[in-house]
């Protein structure tokens, strides 16, 4: 590290000193992989906490490469930066050196005297890569400056196969996903897959006379969605395109063409061949363990989702193995990359969001009971995606999922509605009446909450039935109540914080290593 950065006391400008820190950080990230015999709750931290800082860092300092490139780019702007960059510089310097007494010193030590000192210098870091964030936010939102990489014009990304209204017709099935066959030119953000290929088009509609507001609000979601990578659980977006003759901006995301086919995880959950066998637990597990990380990394990005249900979770399926028996290949469908889409919902953590609820059981039951009803009860926050991400859990590890489906028409399971019986909690009569069975939110995680606790422990074992419970709960007592932040916190980035680690050992330390 020392030799990398040591090219940064020269005179080399604000450009070249972000092009060593962009090498710094790449030399860190893949420094930390070497650290191979801690603890299992110890790895997660090192993992997530120093590796996700150096790819966030990453592709901060990119968007400032470009930014600093402009000519009306003022002198204070630069020196501001300029003196973030010598902070940043002086904090991957410290931490690769503590990272060096971790592996020279027992373990015990480096849990005990370093990791205070750790996710501090993490943090340090986070806080850094957020002003320089700010900083370019405020030009691109001031000055109309829009990354090329960003926004695709006609010329850069084009469909294959049918007008821009084509979109609309050809959803993934059991879900509001659309795949489309796109030809991608001259694209500075992915010159590895130029050419053709399979896109994920997500839109983002809005009204008319507010297309300048939109564009902005788009052009900061794939900002932010930029910054993931595809290990994250979240597909990689290659920008964003506006549509007039719909009224919307598109998120554009490719598609991993050696990866297998994208099936939804709701797609699968209802595949009624009998030759199918349940998927191992290992393999349900490590479904639950992606999306669990894809949650985390959501909140990492500032960002809460609002809409993660198996609907939106794709899992890309080897070709033609959903018609075979074979084990091991049933296994590998599930241990495929998971990914978390429509993001059209999501909003900054932290920020206000519309007290807007669902009426849709078929969203509903996803959703915490302070999200459900024509007007949500509360704000969103982590705690309501860490209760979805609980109902995806659950039927994951059941391999069952509540919204069964007849001839085309979608009804609440059959083990939902007799739960709901045993428990006193609907009348008789109303067994096949799926708004009736699901029209009080309470009841519907009470339901929920049951199943886990009698269903789960011979399906998943104790621990992660406890874990499924937790995450049902989050917002009442569970996992101590750890998740509710109180009103009127005074320092919300110390709560994030604390939110965040609570997190991973709360939840992804639960997880077999």
């Keep these: 590290m020392e030799a990398i950065v040591g090219v940064a006391g020269l005179a080399i400008g604000i450009p070249g000193l972000i092009d ?294 794709i899992i890309l399926c080897p070709e033609d193995t959903l018609d075979t028996t074979d084990e091991k290949t049933i296994r590998s469908i599930i241990l495929g990359t998971v990914f978390l889409t429509n993001w059209e919902s999501s909003r900054n953590a932290g920020h206000a969001t519309k007290l807007l609820g669902s009426k849709d059981w078929q969203q509903g039951i996803y959703q915490h009971p302070q999200r459900q009803g024509q007007k949500a009860d509360a704000y969103y926050v982590m705690g309501h995606d860490i209760y979805s991400l609980g109902v995806c859990m659950l039927e994951v590890l059941l391999w069952k999922t509540f919204m069964d489906q007849k001839n085309g028409v979608y009804h609440i399971s059959q083990l939902y509605q007799e739960r709901a019986l045993h428990l006193g909690l609907v009348q008789p009569d109303f067994f096949g009446n799926t708004q009736a069975m699901t029209k009080i939110p309470r009841n519907v995680q009470k339901i929920l909450i049951d199943i886990a606790r009698t269903e789960l422990p011979a399906a998943a074992g104790d621990k992660m039935t406890e874990l499924v419970v937790n995450c049902l709960t989050c917002l009442e007592d569970g996992f101590g109540g750890q998740f509710i932040i109180p009103e009127g916190e005074e320092d919300e980035e110390e709560e994030n914080h604390n939110i965040r680690l609570r997190y991973m050992l709360d939840v992804l330390s639960i997880f077999p290593s």
């Design 20 to 313: 060593v820190l962009i090498t710094a950080c790449n030399y860190l990230a893949e420094k930390v992989n070497d650290y191979k015999d801690a603890p299992a709750s110890l790895q997660e931290i090192r993992a997530m906490e120093v590796e996700l800082v150096s790819t966030q860092l990453t592709a901060q300092l990119e968007s400032a490469k470009i930014v600093i490139k402009y000519p009306d780019v003022s002198d204070g702007l630069k020196a501001y930066l300029g003196a973030r960059l010598s902070d940043i510089k002086d904090r991957l310097v410290k931490t690769d050196n503590l990272l060096e007494k971790y592996k020279r010193r027992s373990i015990a030590y480096a849990w005990l005297g370093g990791k205070k000192e750790l996710l501090k210098l993490v943090r340090d870091l986070r806080k850094l890569g957020q002003d320089v964030d700010a900083a370019l936010n405020g030009i691109w939102r001031h000055k109309k400056m829009v990354p090329s990489r960003l926004f695709l014009t006609s010329s850069q990304f084009q469909l294959i196969g049918g007008d821009e209204d084509e979109t609309t017709k050809n959803p993934l099935p059991h879900s509001e996903i659309y795949l489309r066959e796109g030809f991608l030119t001259n694209c500075e953000n992915a010159k590895d897959i130029r050419g053709r290929g399979t896109f994920i088009l997500e839109p983002m509609l809005y009204h008319w006379g507010e297309q300048e507001s939109a564009s902005e609000e788009a052009l900061l979601l794939a900002s932010k969605l930029y910054k993931a990578e595809i290990s994250h659980g979240i597909p990689r977006i290659i920008g964003y395109r506006h549509v007039p003759s719909r009224q919307c901006h598109e998120l554009v995301f490719s598609i991993p063409s050696d990866r297998g086919t994208p099936r939804t995880l709701h797609d699968l959950l209802l595949c009624s061949n009998p030759a199918i066998r349940v998927p191992s637990l290992t393999a349900r597990l490590n479904v639950c363990y992606q999306l669990a990380k894809a949650v985390l990394f959501t909140y990492d990005l500032e960002l809460v989702h609002k809409n993660i249900r198996p609907q939106n979770l």
